[in-house]
């Protein structure tokens, strides 16, 4: 099968989850739509938050990333802003930089301790932060796999699936997870996934392609992979204030980090519209031709929605 541009599957899968990486805490259909339109976002919010939660103003004439939420009576269309788009208010000079989470080096044994003792267990003693994370996404998966694997055997008719035993299925179902995991969580750790994730790992991926096949797979990977990296994100945490107070490096100033909360219910409707807007990226994206698809099937017909209109929250 012929996906986005003649590209294989496995490469247009791996630059999404690339994408998705960054914004693990936001639900699937949210991260395929800020892919398909931002991929190289790393922190993603909505206005008020950044102007208020962040100091940082939104960048006059700046476009908005569309996100459908569809949890009224009628979706609507609502917009976040990468912090590429964004300025530190001159008002708020004094505060600390917005930085992303990472690791630095000393921080690997503590992570490694911590992605052991949450998701393996085995008491094996480990020094490779990439290969206990490979590790961790094993028990991970498989603890996760029943309820995923029991919605795909109902939802997998008209896809190439459909013919599959639950044997078969489960497998498919469980590499193609696994690696999209693996691969999700060591991007965001800053590794290159591409030299440890194998592609075979996703050689069925291309098998997961009506909406609904799509969406099972798209969340089960998203969910997983945001309870690995709120473990690591934990952990870096608790380094950082144990490395503050042992310093004793204290300013008075609160430290600000980019977290929104977990994943926002964003409605059955949104979440199928999502599924829709990832097939139109992975098997026939052309421009923005997938989201011009959505915003008309939302009901959204005024292409002006589509630009945020910001200038009025904008000094």
């Known amino acids: 099968m012929k996906s986005s541009g003649s590209l294989p599957a496995r490469i247009i899968i791996r630059a999404f989850l690339h994408s998705a990486a960054y914004q693990y805490k936001y639900p699937f259909a949210d991260q395929v739509l800020i892919h398909a339109q931002r991929p190289t976002a790393t922190a993603c919010a909505e206005i008020n938050l950044w102007n208020t939660h962040f100091g940082r103003w939104v960048k006059r004439g700046a476009t908005?990333?569309?996100?459908?939420?569809?949890?009224?009576?009628?979706?609507?269309?609502?917009?976040?802003?990468d912090v590429r788009d964004t300025h530190i208010r001159e008002?708020?000079?004094d505060?600390?930089?917005?930085?992303?989470?990472?690791?630095?080096?000393?921080?690997?044994?503590?992570?490694?301790?911590?992605?052991?003792?949450?998701?393996?267990?085995?008491?094996?003693?480990?020094?490779?932060?990439?290969?206990?994370?490979?590790?961790?996404?094993?028990p991970l998966c498989t603890d996760n796999l029943a309820d995923y694997l029991q919605e795909l055997m109902q939802e997998r008719e008209g896809s190439f699936l459909e013919e599959l035993?639950?044997?078969?299925?489960?497998?498919?179902?469980?590499?193609?997870?696994?690696?999209?995991?693996?691969?999700?969580?060591?991007?965001?750790?800053?590794?290159?996934a591409d030299d440890i994730v194998q592609s075979d790992g996703f050689e069925w991926v291309h098998e997961f392609n009506t909406p609904a096949t799509?969406?099972?797979?798209?969340?089960?990977t998203s969910d997983i992979s945001e309870i690995c990296l709120r473990e690591i994100e934990r952990a870096v945490r608790g380094v950082e204030r144990s490395i503050r107070e042992t310093?004793?490096?204290?300013?008075?100033?609160t430290e600000i980090e980019?977290?929104?909360?977990?994943?926002?219910?964003?409605?059955?409707?949104?979440?199928?519209?999502g599924?829709?807007?990832?097939?139109?990226?992975?098997?026939?994206?052309?421009d923005n031709m997938w989201l011009y698809v959505v915003v008309n099937i939302v009901g959204l017909h005024n292409d002006a929605e589509i630009r945020a209109d910001i200038y009025s929250a904008v000094p």
């Not at 799509?214 to 089960?220: D, F, H, M, R």
């Open 64 to 81: 908005g990333i569309a996100l459908i939420d569809g949890r009224g009576d009628r979706p609507y269309l609502r917009y976040v802003f």
């Open 91 to 93: 008002d708020r000079m």
């Open 95 to 138: 505060n600390p930089p917005f930085e992303l989470w990472r690791i630095k080096p000393e921080y690997i044994p503590d992570v490694i301790e911590a992605v052991q003792n949450r998701f393996i267990g085995d008491g094996t003693a480990r020094s490779s932060l990439s290969d206990t994370v490979v590790d961790a996404t094993i």
């Open 165 to 192: 035993d639950e044997d078969n299925l489960r497998i498919r179902l469980f590499v193609t997870l696994q690696a999209g995991v693996a691969y999700t969580v060591l991007t965001r750790l800053g590794f290159h």
């Open 214 to 220: 799509a969406n099972i797979l798209g969340a089960a």
């Open 247 to 253: 310093n004793r490096t204290f300013d008075g100033q």
């Open 258 to 273: 980019y977290n929104d909360g977990g994943k926002k219910e964003i409605g059955i409707f949104a979440a199928a519209l």
């Open 275 to 286: 599924a829709i807007a990832f097939l139109f990226l992975f098997f026939a994206r052309t």
